[in-house]
């Protein structure tokens, strides 16, 4: 399975942009790049996934490199309630007996300060 | 709007007792997971599910079981539960899309065993 590379900690003054980054060199041609993210006490939810190309949601942009080896995540307007860790996983593609898992790493523990 | 669901949210028993998680989407997804997660550690696959009678181990060694006799429903056992099953254990959903469907969670049970 390939495996993404995040930083474990990173922190942000609120109203300020955050680049949250991925390293996922032994990406395949097939498998989706995903983000999510996990609020205290609670359980992960979807923020945005991408292919190829960079994507814009109503949450965040997805930024790929043009080698799909790394990716970033980025929230334009950090707010107090961003403050969560951030996950990035390759969501595998068609074929396969590990079509579809979705396996997470460590992430990303992002700090939003005031 | 998730429409997945756990029950119960907490749940406090004795060593050497019996239980069952439960785990109800009504988004009639075919693939459904469940994770186990000790606090501030990250999220491990225990057990997924591409439909109705299929059931595979995840990346991480669990003694409990699942059953998927119905497409909404993914129930999580532990024949004899032990102070080193307390976790806690998310359940989350999807389409079956190539790589391209979005996960949804559970609120989470978090299992405490005394």
């Known amino acids: 399975d390939a495996k993404t590379t995040q930083p474990n900690s990173m922190e942000s003054n609120e109203e300020e942009p955050v680049h949250l980054p991925c390293n996922h060199s032994t990406i395949s041609g097939t498998d989706y790049i995903h983000w999510y993210r996990q609020l205290p006490s609670q359980g992960p939810e979807y923020v945005i996934h991408g292919l190829t190309s960079n994507v814009n949601n109503r949450m965040a942009s997805l930024a790929i490199a043009e080698d799909r080896k790394s990716s970033t995540l980025i929230l334009h307007r950090a707010t107090l309630r961003d403050a969560a860790v951030y996950y990035c996983?390759?969501?595998?593609?068609?074929?396969?007996?590990?079509?579809?898992?979705?396996?997470f790493g460590q992430g990303t523990i992002l700090t939003v300060h005031p | 709007e998730a429409d997945i669901y756990q029950t119960p949210r907490y749940l406090v028993i004795g060593t050497g007792k019996k239980i069952t998680l439960e785990c109800s989407q009504t988004?009639?997804?075919?693939?459904m997971y469940w994770y186990q997660q000790d606090p501030g550690m990250e999220l491990h696959l225990i057990h997924y599910s591409y439909g109705v009678n299929s059931t595979e181990k995840g990346d991480l060694s669990s003694e409990s079981t699942v059953s998927r006799i119905r497409t909404e429903h993914f129930p999580l056992t532990l024949e004899s539960a032990r102070p080193s099953h307390t976790s806690q254990y998310l359940c989350?959903?999807?389409?079956?899309?190539?790589?391209?469907?979005?996960?949804?969670f559970g609120q989470g049970t978090r299992l405490t065993v005394v």
């Open positions: 988004m009639g997804h075919d693939k």
């Open positions: 996983i390759l969501r595998l593609g068609a074929g396969g007996t590990s079509y579809g898992k979705l396996t």
């Open positions: 989350a959903s999807s389409d079956p899309g190539q790589g391209i469907s979005e996960a949804f």
